[in-house]
């Protein structure tokens, strides 16, 4: 089966910046995609990227596709305390949505 | 406005009482999941509908059932809680053929079993 794997934790300094890393087995996902989740709550999408792009930039956000190595980041510039979450990069695999092991972020002053 | 509700949020249940948690969306989409997340986990998925089409996948337990009666809601029903059923059930919404394949999610509900 797919198997879309991130390291778990992360810790930054407010203002720095965060790069969560992940690596997927399905090369012909069409879409690739990063979710955000905060405690206690459902799945917010951040990002996602198309599978012919190998980077795309939103505001602070920059997400980059090196498909040959099947792996994909997030970037976070000026990383901020409301950034604080776990970090979820997902998968297309015919309707599903296969995610990672979500990887925690944490912000310190 | 809330898309993809969910109800109850929290849910508290003694083992082997039946439960049954609901999904509401105003999005009009045609896919509807049924997430299971354990704390500290990835989302698993445990099944999905394609409008009326039921699509399970094939290591969700048996005591899992769902049911959806129209297009804008979706039930999932848990015959016999165990212990190990214990997590937050998220709801998502999607429409396929055409466009991103963007999921919408629901705030959760979240079970525990007693």
């Known amino acids: 089966g797919e198997d879309v794997e991130q390291s778990l934790f992360l810790s930054v300094r407010e203002g720095d910046s965060s790069v969560i890393n992940c690596t997927y087995t399905?090369?012909?996902?069409?879409?690739l995609y990063w979710y955000k989740q905060e405690p206690g709550a459902g799945l917010q999408l951040l990002t996602y990227?198309?599978?012919?792009?190998d980077m795309k930039q939103d505001q602070r956000l920059t997400v980059l596709l090196n498909k040959k190595d099947k792996h994909l980041s997030l970037r976070i510039a000026d990383t901020q305390t409301g950034d604080s979450a776990i970090y979820f990069c997902?998968?297309?695999?015919?309707?599903?949505?296969?995610f990672g092991t979500g990887t925690r972020l944490q912000v310190f002053p | 406005d809330a898309m993809v509700i969910q109800n109850p949020r929290y849910q508290v249940t003694q083992f082997g009482k039946p439960v049954t948690l609901s999904c509401s969306q105003t999005?009009?989409?045609?896919?509807m999941y049924w997430y299971q997340q354990k704390s500290s986990q990835a989302p698993k998925l445990l099944f999905h509908?394609?409008?009326?089409?039921?699509?399970n996948e094939a290591d969700t337990p048996d005591n899992f059932q769902s049911r959806r009666p129209n297009t804008s809601f979706c039930f999932l029903d848990i015959r016999s809680p165990g212990l190990g059923d214990a997590a937050m059930y998220l709801c998502?919404?999607?429409?396929?053929?055409?466009?991103?394949?963007?999921?919408?999610f629901g705030e959760g509900s979240r079970l525990t079993v007693l």
């Open positions: 998502a919404t999607s429409q396929r053929a055409g466009g991103t394949g963007e999921l919408f």
């Open positions: 399905d090369s012909s996902s069409t879409y």
């Open positions: 990227i198309f599978s012919n792009m």
């Open positions: 997902a998968e297309m695999d015919t309707d599903k949505l296969i």
């Open positions: 999005l009009n989409h045609n896919v």
């Open positions: 509908y394609y409008d009326k089409d039921f699509n």
